[in-house]
């Protein structure tokens, strides 16, 4: 693996093949010193990325918030120039919509991608995002819904992350995110916390809670989520059973294989075209009355 090669990072495919939805494991990259990924790199791009791809916050904040977090004063570009003592975590999203960003997010994800493809069905997306926190930031316990690598470029810090035991908790979590709150609730009982530093990276599955706490050192990471067919599938069935648990039913939890999630998905589909098909036409209705035709 070596940057000239044009691999990037170093993915233990059979590892991959049987730990995706299942389990986090370790990997190794070639990532540091890359010059889209550096401290400069992300003071560039804070100036530069459209507001909606820019979020940043203060960075001392607990692994459970149930808060938005304290919002910082003054630039993003501030934010991330002064990032050795602001106490502040900055989050680039939609980094492969930066020039030069796209080529460096599918040398990333190239094995990555092709495994996952193998079982989940075509790739529907990739995404990057740049992370960088002061000393000691911690990202509160949080779940995402697609599948994820973490590449670890500068400085190192504890990343845990668990699964939930008891399926009435993980149910009100993931109600919880799917009703639009960032993070978790409460902590899974079960958790291996893993140490990364340069070069270093994880696999972490979908919906599986995860936190990180820095160490007394800067920070900074990019991380490429991939959206595969059945990851956007159970994506949907999340989503319609979170609309008719608050209806008062009780529907099964999605599962990577199940027939019933497919079902759901096209519901929830077939119900949005619908209301898009409504609103249409009743667009065009008003718009024919408002002409006199
Ligand atoms: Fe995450």
């Known amino acids: 693996m070596t940057a000239s090669s044009g691999v990037l990072v170093d993915i233990d495919r059979p590892l991959l093949a049987s730990s995706m939805w299942r389990a986090p494991f370790l990997l190794r990259h070639d990532l540091v010193g890359h010059p889209l990924v550096t401290r400069d790199a992300v003071v560039r791009l804070a100036g530069e990325r459209p507001d909606y791809s820019i979020s940043y916050g203060c960075s001392e904040q607990p692994v459970l918030s149930t808060g938005p977090g304290i919002e910082r004063q003054g630039s993003a570009v501030d934010a991330a120039a002064n990032i050795e003592n602001n106490r502040s975590w900055i989050v680039l999203s939609y980094v492969d919509h930066a020039t030069g960003y796209g080529e460096l997010l599918d040398a990333v994800s190239t094995g990555f991608r092709s495994v996952l493809a193998a079982r989940d069905g075509p790739i529907r997306a990739r995404s990057g995002s740049i992370f960088m926190t002061s000393p000691r930031g911690v990202a509160p316990a949080h779940v995402d819904r697609h599948h994820n690598i973490l590449l670890q470029v500068e400085g190192f810090k504890q990343l845990s992350v668990g699964e939930f035991d008891n399926e009435?908790?993980?149910?009100?979590?993931?109600?919880?995110?799917?009703?639009?709150?960032?993070?978790?609730?409460?902590?899974?009982?079960?958790?291996?916390?893993?140490?990364?530093?340069?070069?270093?990276?994880?696999?972490?599955?979908?919906?599986?809670?995860?936190?990180?706490?820095?160490?007394?050192?800067?920070?900074?990471?990019?991380?490429?989520s991939v959206r595969t067919r059945t990851s956007h599938r159970v994506e949907l069935a999340h989503t319609f059973n979170s609309k008719v648990r608050r209806l008062g039913l009780r529907p099964r939890m999605p599962g990577v294989e199940s027939r019933l999630d497919a079902a759901k998905a096209v519901a929830l589909t077939a119900g949005r075209e619908m209301q898009d098909a409504r609103r249409t036409a009743a667009r065009q209705l008003r718009g024919r009355f408002s002409s006199g035709k």
């Open 168 to 224: 009435a908790v993980e149910e009100a979590e993931l109600q919880n995110h799917f009703e639009g709150h960032n993070h978790l609730l409460r902590l899974p009982a079960r958790f291996q916390t893993f140490t990364i530093g340069p070069g270093e990276g994880i696999y972490i599955p979908p919906y599986r809670p995860h936190w990180i706490v820095g160490h007394d050192n800067v920070t900074v990471g990019l991380s490429c």
